[in-house]
């Protein structure tokens, strides 16, 4: 597996290109991208917002008061089958539905819930991430959105999404597609409640 660190004190324009590069905008700084092969095979590239350990600069430069530390790591690796592949506690399965197959997502909600802490940290971790990675809201003395929502996309070449959709409804959740591409959005805090688990489920053909 490549590991694609990009963890650091960052600010401004460099912030918001490292989080294009991941795949994220400013509030789904998590995200799982697919990209499957037709034999089921794929590559994911995950990314998710931390507050890591002290970076090189804090180390390097002395009389500095450090105040916030944040960023976003993003990974990427192979895998043989979408089929049982997990995020944690949250995992995929797939099955042949006539001519069509369907995937399937299940997201356990909950506080015991373990997935949404792989892509974003809990509130108050994800503040002060958030007063780094999104210095305008700072500035403007609001909370920052960056890391508020996880993001899954799925993109099957050669395939087309003929159905799709989420067995939850809820402001912030929202499943959408377009030609080979099905895209989930989830409110993480919303996922850190006690609730039924959430099913996404896409039909390809």
Do not use: Y
């Not at 990314?47 to 530390?69: I, N, S």
């Not at 192979?78 to 997990?86: D, I, Q, R, T, Y």
């Not at 999104?134 to 070449?157: M, V």
Request: charged share 25%.
């Amino acid at each position: 597996m490549n590991r694609t660190p990009v963890r650091c004190l960052l600010t401004g324009a460099l912030a918001a290109a490292l989080a294009f590069a991941a795949g994220c905008d400013e509030t789904d700084a998590g995200s799982v991208k697919i990209k499957l092969k037709p034999d089921g095979a794929g590559a994911v590239t995950a990314a998710c917002l931390t507050v890591p350990a002290a970076g090189p600069a804090e180390t390097a430069m002395p009389g500095v008061t450090w105040q916030a530390r944040g960023g976003v790591i993003a990974s990427t690796g192979e895998f043989a089958s979408l089929n049982g592949l997990k995020i944690a506690d949250a995992a995929f399965s797939t099955f042949k539905e006539g001519e069509a197959t369907v995937t399937v997502l299940r997201l356990p909600r909950g506080a015991a819930a373990q997935w949404p802490g792989v892509l974003s940290v809990p509130a108050a971790a994800r503040d002060q991430a958030g007063r780094i990675l999104d210095p305008d809201a700072a500035d403007q003395k609001r909370t920052s959105k960056i890391g508020t929502t996880g993001k899954f996309e799925i993109h099957w070449p050669g395939k087309r999404v003929v159905s799709h959709g989420a067995d939850a409804k809820k402001r912030g959740l929202s499943s959408d597609a377009e030609r080979d591409t099905a895209t989930l959005i989830v409110p993480l805090d919303w996922m850190r409640t006690d609730g039924e688990p959430v099913e996404w489920r896409v039909t390809w053909e």
